[in-house]
């Protein structure tokens, strides 16, 4: 009988072996990780995303202590991997091990190091779980010298947008007005997107106060479902 893998080491060996250096490569690409691009000194195996997304349910029952060890992975489809394990823990977790994920999530933010692996996993773990608690974290990462901690911190709103609340999606977004990064940008100016699909009036309140002073990118992407003519008086500048 062939002893079923629970280990963040049997895990990776068992990723290691489908590797693809072809995809691996166009991975590497797509992800800008060349020398001083921001991805860079990420490494691939060129495993596709459904086959993980498949794993992490056949995983979910690993230990939380074994999925983060799993996160330390150099491998960035391990990492993912992992993160998509947390989420389907902490989605099906009691109290405690939701709490353990959340602390576990905030102490590795280095190890979630790109956009794919803030945006499967943010919103589903910090989100949901500052979704009745105190968000200063979420104000405090807003504000972090990390690009990925920035990005979570927008992102986790998520969670919050589908329960219709947007307070904390539009405060973040005006903290991050001034950030320099185009995937911030994108990801602020999403978020906006997002309330605007549920609340346009709320959002033209936000646009009418920052459109001039915000970056580009980040209002294209936040106007991008309005009409022709209403997004043509936005994206006009004086």
């Not at 921001?38 to 992490?56: H, K, N, Q, T």
């Not at 910090?126 to 990925?148: I, Q, T, Y």
């Amino acid at each position: 009988m062939v002893r079923e893998v629970t280990t963040a080491k049997g895990i990776e060996r068992a990723l290691r072996a489908g590797r693809d250096p072809l995809v691996a490569a166009h991975h590497f690409r797509f992800f800008k990780c060349g020398p001083g691009e921001y991805g860079e000194g990420d490494a691939f195996l060129g495993v596709m995303v459904p086959p993980l997304r498949a794993l992490s349910k056949k995983y979910t029952s690993i230990d939380v202590s074994e999925a983060v060890a799993l996160l330390q992975s150099k491998w960035h489809e391990v990492r993912l991997l992992a993160l998509m394990i947390l989420v389907h823990k902490y989605e099906r977790g009691d109290e405690r091990e939701r709490e353990a994920i959340y602390r576990a999530y905030l102490a590795n933010t280095n190890r979630i190091n790109n956009w794919d692996l803030v945006d499967v996993s943010a919103h589903k773990i910090v989100g949901a779980h500052l979704r009745d608690r105190d968000r200063a974290p979420l104000h405090a990462l807003a504000k972090s010298e990390s690009l990925w901690e920035r990005r979570i911190a927008i992102i986790a709103t998520l969670d919050f947008i589908r329960q219709d609340d947007f307070r904390d999606t539009l405060r973040i977004a005006e903290i991050l007005l001034t950030d320099r990064h185009d995937l911030i940008h994108k990801a602020a100016g999403w978020m906006l997107r997002e309330v605007g699909k549920r609340d346009q009036p709320e959002l033209e309140r936000s646009l009418r106060k920052h459109s001039r002073v915000m970056p580009r990118t980040m209002l294209r992407y936040a106007i991008e479902r309005f009409p022709p003519e209403l997004r043509a008086k936005y994206m006009k500048k004086d």
